[in-house]
């Protein structure tokens, strides 16, 4: 009996932990409070992000900046570690900035397609169209949902679509979350990309990210947002 209530007692701290909601990433916890202490818009943070440091020796740290109608985060890769807002981060190498996220009260404006785009083809439930000179831009619209890829040049804006497709599917298109209306914008490479994730809220907040690095990874963090208090 005592070995059954052993295990019953394991298994049930398994389970807590198990269900335990993710936690902001570590290197943005410092800056919870003070976000949400200065702005009214719901502060919505990342609970995943790409572990580099073994790789590259670079540490993820932000600046961060709260007001009453917005709050704005930079994420910054350093060659050592920094506390967020210190003052060497004031005006860091573009080559350290790996994105940003903001998030304010507002409405999205979506990208027009433009007139002289034709119909490509349709891919989960999104129609595609291209630009039929350069081939080097796609536009795609779904419902509330407004897609934008350009690709230098050969195969790189559809290479972008298959790869988005691939990774947003995995996520479910992030249903999950609060997304009235949504748009992404993708510029670059597959693993060198510039996306632009655009989104607004039910009741009435804008938030936008921003990330520079593989699509996969920019799905991934975004799915990964929570609301902090």
Known sequence: MKKLAWVSLISLVFLTAMAKPPEVVPFLR????????????PVLLPTYWSDQTKKSKNYMTCNFQAYENEYRIDF????????????????????????????????????VRPKNFVFYKKKNGFDLWIEPKVRSMIH??????????DGDHGEEPYEQADELFKYMKKVSWLKKMDMNEGEIFIRGTRRAAFVNV?????????YNFFYKG?????????????KVE
């Open 30 to 41: 410092p800056a919870v409070k003070v976000l949400t202490q200065n702005t009214k818009v």
């Open 76 to 111: 910054l890769s350093m060659d050592k570690p920094y506390p967020p807002n210190d003052s060497a981060l004031y005006n860091p190498r573009e080559s350290s900035k790996m994105g940003d996220l903001f998030g304010n009260v507002g409405t999205v404006t979506s990208v």
């Open 140 to 149: 795609g619209k779904k419902g509330k949902w407004t897609l934008l890829f």
């Open 198 to 206: 655009v989104w607004e809220t039910s009741d009435g907040f804008v």
């Open 214 to 226: 593989p699509i996969k990874e920019a799905v991934k963090i975004v799915a990964s947002l929570k």
